[in-house]
């Protein structure tokens, strides 16, 4: 799975709260990570002084040589 980190900004573009999301505990897939994801973004909106919502995604790969 992806790391998320979901900010909700303020007018200005700075940070006022910040989600970092690292994993999902489900035996099978209940729900997309892109649903959980949204339902924080969602849930930050409702902060007062929050105006704008951003969620990035980060993903690690490695590689053997």
Known sequence: MATYLISGRKSGGSTVLAVH???IDQDDVVVDEVDVVNAIKAYLMTVPGVTSTI???NEYVTTYV
């Open 21 to 23: 999301l690292d994993g």
């Open 55 to 57: 969620a990035q995604k």
